[in-house]
């Protein structure tokens, strides 16, 4: 799924806001699979592009190549993911880290961070950013 948000750009500048733009997506979520949402935002942490991208119960899909696509398009300076685990445990699997690793790396050509990458369960969530992770 793809979509823009209309103007005013929403700002995403911090764990609490990003915490609370992404608890809205995941309400139009199914919360029995995991799903992959990804904002690129600009240098001041307005929001300029949003996907989402589903996986199954075990795993969400993590098009890397894609979102590095998305971020050349537009001019991405950051980018924070989000996606649930619907195990109820939201910690960070190997695959998440490896993953978030790796797109990491390759933004870092474009001069494009990641910012953050949340980990959903429920209404709780954890940070990359916060656990060291990023």
Known sequence: MRFQRAEPPLKIDGLAAARDFFAGCFAESDPRRETLWVAHLDDQARCLHVTSHEGDETGASFPLRQIIVDAAQHGSAGI?????????????SDSDKRSTRKLAAATEALDCAVLDHLVFAGSDCASFRQLGYL
């Not at 924070?80 to 960070?92: C, E, K, R, Y």
């Open 80 to 92: 924070v993911l989000a996606h649930n685990h619907p195990s109820g445990d939201m910690t960070p």
